[in-house]
């Protein structure tokens, strides 16, 4: 559930006692949270050696920051910063120098962009529907996905795909059908709740049809292959368990062309997003 936000608007921090010592402190420090633009609502923020803790969240109405018992030598103090109060942004994370006695953003938007944002790892059930029942019977499959922001906002993404599947034929003359898919689409996200969202994503592809299959009818059956193009989409609904997993579940729809005519498929994919 992370968004992303240029560099430049990111959080600057003023000290609100400049004289008052943070090195080991058991007393609470008091900050004021100052964003570099107007349209950030709100920021949650917690502090330690690693963001594993609970976030706590504050408006832009009362920009107070408090710290509780905040050690510089060894603590950090992890932000992010929201411009709707749903969607939160990436961490920064900010360390006091005592030498200086001012606070300074070490990650971040700062680093090199990453070229794959979250990889997803699925599985997917499809029947058929229309003229598809006639060979058809269900198709079984697997998928690893692989997803990038196309804006800074992390709304629209792109993705690449590949996939396995196979499946029973409901023809005498094959045996068993098996399929390759290779994908690349884009998909834009929604948020419905704090750790909800709703993704359509469409994609375009090759499929690779692997079939057990007795053409020439001489009762020896053999491998054949043929390739369709395809299209690919889905409404996914992702439910954040933590800032790294995600569970993705879609219902799935699949339409394949081949000699004049259309295959659909039709059915659900779920799975585990990792978030890099």
């Known amino acids: 559930m992370v968004f992303r936000l240029r560099t430049s608007a990111c959080l600057g921090l003023l000290l609100l006692m400049s004289s008052l010592s943070i090195f080991g402190s058991e007393n609470p420090t ?9 349209t950030v609502q709100a920021i949650r923020y917690q502090s330690g050696a690693s963001p594993t803790g609970p976030w706590i969240e504050m408006d832009m109405s009362t920009p107070t920051l408090v710290l509780q018992e905040f050690d510089s030598l060894h603590d950090r103090l992890y932000i992010q910063q929201s411009e709707d109060k749903l969607s939160w942004s990436n961490s920064y994370e900010y360390r006091y120098d005592l030498a ?32 598809s029942t006639t060979c058809y019977s269900h198709v ?24 396995y599947s196979k499946g029973p034929s409901n023809t005498d003359w094959v045996e068993s059908m098996q399929a390759v898919n290779m994908s690349v689409g884009i998909g834009y996200r929604f948020d419905l709740a704090d750790k909800l969202q709703v993704i359509p994503e469409l994609g375009y592809g090759l499929v690779l049809h692997l079939l057990d299959a007795d053409f020439d009818e001489d009762g020896t059956s053999t491998l054949e292959t043929f390739l ?13 368990l933590t800032e790294t997993y995600e569970l993705i579940v879609a219902p799935l729809g699949v339409l394949f062309f081949e000699k004049g005519s259309v295959g659909t498929l039709l059915g ?5 997003r990792f978030n890099f």
């Open 140 to 163: 079984l499959g697997a998928a690893l996905k692989m997803n990038f922001s196309l804006d800074n906002q992390n709304r629209l993404s792109g993705y690449g795909e590949i996939a």
């Open 100 to 131: 200086t006695e001012s606070w300074t953003m070490h990650s971040g938007e700062t680093g090199n962009p990453k070229l794959i944002d979250s990889l997803d790892i699925k599985l997917y059930g499809l029947y058929p529907v229309f003229k």
């Open 228 to 240: 369709d193009q395809q299209v690919r989409f889905s409404l996914n609904l992702s439910y954040a």
């Open 30 to 38: 008091y900050l004021l949270v100052k964003p570099a633009t107007e």
């Open 268 to 272: 659900l994919h779920a799975g585990l």
